[in-house]
C-alpha cells in the first residue's frame, strides 16, 4: 500500500517592512511520506521570505521539473522559481535557464557546505540564481514548530525574520552565499 501525504495547515500573517508587504495566508502543506519536518518548514521559510497571492507550493518531490514553489505571471511564464534543499546542478542549469529568478535554500548543516563547494563553480555564473544557507540550528529550531495547524505571525526586518508560534519566538537571518 502506498503512503499518503500528510496534511499540514498555516495561518501566516505576514509583516514584510522591507518589501511593504502585509498580508494574511490560509496555507495547506502536504509533507511527501519521504520529506521530514526541518525540509518542509524551510519550503514554509522560503515562502514567508518571498510571500505573493501569486506565489504557490507545486507537487514538489513529487515532479521532477517543478520546484517547491514557483510564481508564474498571468502569460504563465515562471517569474520565480525556488528550490529547498540540494538538488542536482543540471536542475539548477534548467531552473536558471526556464525562470527570471531562482532562488535555492540549503540547509543540513556540513553537508549543505560541501554541497557548494562542489558546485559553486558551475552555478556562479548565473545572473539570476541565489543561493542561501539556512544555518543548522535554525532549520532544526523550525521543525520544532510544526503542528497540524500552526498559527504564525512573520516579521521581516533589515533581513531578519522573527517568528511567533504560540509562546515561542525565532529569530533567523538566511546567509545569503550568492
Known amino acids: 500500500m502506498a503512503l499518503t501525504a500528510t496534511i499540514f495547515k498555516a495561518s501566516l500573517q505576514i509583516s514584510d517592512l522591507d518589501r511593504h508587504y502585509y498580508g494574511e495566508h490560509q496555507l495547506t502543506l502536504a509533507r511527501h511520506p519521504s520529506e521530514t519536518d526541518e525540509r518542509m518548514m524551510v519550503r514554509l521559510l522560503a515562502f514567508i521570505l518571498h510571500a505573493d497571492e501569486q506565489l504557490s507550493f507545486t507537487k514538489g518531490l513529487c515532479v521532477d521539473d517543478e520546484p517547491d514553489l514557483w510564481q508564474k505571471n498571468l502569460t504563465n511564464e515562471i517569474e520565480l522559481w525556488i528550490d529547498v ?31 557548494w563547494q562542489r558546485n559553486a563553480g558551475k552555478l556562479q555564473r548565473f545572473d539570476n540564481l541565489r543561493v542561501l544557507a539556512v544555518p543548522e540550528a535554525t ?24 517568528l511567533s508560534c504560540g509562546d515561542q519566538t525565532l529569530s533567523m537571518a538566511p546567509l545569503e552565499i550568492q
Open 85 to 115: 534543499g540540494l538538488p542536482d546542478e543540471r536542475r539548477v542549469r534548467k531552473a536558471c535557464s526556464r525562470a527570471a529568478r531562482v532562488y535555492l535554500y540549503l540547509y543540513g548543516g556540513r553537508t549543505a557546505e560541501l554541497w
Open 139 to 162: 532549520s532544526k529550531e523550525l521543525a520544532g514548530l510544526v503542528q497540524r495547524s500552526m498559527q504564525l505571525q512573520c516579521t521581516l526586518q533589515e533581513g531578519t525574520l522573527w
